[in-house]
């Protein structure tokens, strides 16, 4: 009982120290805080996947890995709306990483780590993306914004799918945690082009 208090407890904290540093920040530091925070996702990612793909999994891999050419076309439609296409893309991340994770070798702490990285820049980047009034939809930037979220969204469904068929199995997600960093790698890009 006291262990898990102080787990949760623990996690309440993270999870209140990277918010209280959000309220601080504004959008002209945002392309660097981006950066920075996505970086040290990026390494506790890495971090946690296997040095050694699993050779079991490689019949799995095969069954995925069409996605290359799409990828690259889907990051390249993204690449004209880069704080729209992170903010989705991280929201989607935290969808992925909510599923059934009994098969992944993450320990809480990491995992709570991970994902309030990723709640810290969805806060910040809607904070400066409400300045910029994406939620007018009739707009052409407005519409603009829904086709970006929706190409990330139908990105992502792709990796739900492959999840679910496969009852969340160990190969699915270090295929999984594959194409998450590849993601990451991608927003580090992306943020080289928001303009602060
Ligand atoms: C989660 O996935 C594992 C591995 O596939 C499975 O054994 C377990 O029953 C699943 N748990 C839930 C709650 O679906």
Same mark, same amino acid.
């Given at each position: 009982?006291?262990?898990?208090?102080?787990?949760?407890?623990?996690?309440?904290?993270?999870?209140?120290?990277?918010?209280?540093?959000?309220?601080?920040?504004?959008?002209?530091?945002?392309?660097?805080?981006?950066?920075?925070?996505?970086?040290?996702?990026?390494?506790?990612?890495?971090?946690?996947?296997?040095?050694?793909?699993?050779?079991?999994?490689?019949? !799995?891999?095969?069954?995925? *890995?069409?996605?290359?050419?799409?990828?690259?076309?889907?990051?390249?439609?993204?690449?004209?709306?880069?704080?729209? /296409?992170?903010?989705?893309?991280?929201?989607?991340?935290?969808?992925?990483?909510?599923?059934? %994770?009994?098969? *992944? /070798?993450? !320990?809480?702490?990491? %995992? /709570?780590?991970?994902?309030?990285?990723?709640?810290?820049?969805?806060?910040?980047?809607?904070?400066?993306?409400?300045?910029?009034?994406?939620? !007018?939809?009739?707009?052409?930037?407005?519409?603009?914004?829904?086709?970006?979220?929706?190409? @990330?969204?139908?990105?992502?469904?792709?990796? !739900?799918?492959?999840?679910?068929?496969?009852?969340?199995?160990?190969?699915?997600?270090?295929?999984?945690?594959?194409? @998450?960093?590849?993601?990451?790698?991608? @927003?580090?890009?992306?943020?080289?082009?928001?303009?602060?």
């Amino acid at each position: 009982m006291n262990t898990i208090l102080t787990k949760e407890w623990l996690h309440l904290c993270l999870v209140m120290l990277v918010f209280s540093k959000v309220s601080s920040q504004s959008c002209t530091s945002l392309r660097e805080q981006l950066s920075t925070t996505n970086k040290n996702n990026l390494e506790l990612l890495k971090s946690k996947m296997r040095t050694n793909f699993p050779l079991q999994c490689l019949s !799995d891999m095969s069954d995925f *890995m069409t996605n290359q050419e799409i990828l690259k076309e889907i990051q390249r439609s993204l690449e004209e709306n880069p704080k729209v /296409a992170i903010h989705e893309i991280f929201q989607q991340i935290i969808r992925t990483f909510n599923q059934n %994770l009994t098969e *992944m /070798a993450w !320990d809480e702490n990491s %995992l /709570a780590m991970f994902k309030s990285r990723l709640h810290q820049q969805i806060q910040h980047l809607g904070t400066c993306l409400s300045a910029e009034m994406e939620n !007018d939809i009739l707009s052409p930037r407005g519409q603009i914004t829904q086709l970006t979220r929706l190409r @990330v969204k139908r990105y992502f469904q792709r990796i !739900d799918n492959f999840l679910k068929e496969n009852q969340h199995s160990l190969c699915t997600w270090e295929i999984v945690q594959m194409e @998450v960093k590849q993601c990451l790698l991608f @927003v580090d890009q992306l943020t080289n082009r928001i303009q602060n």
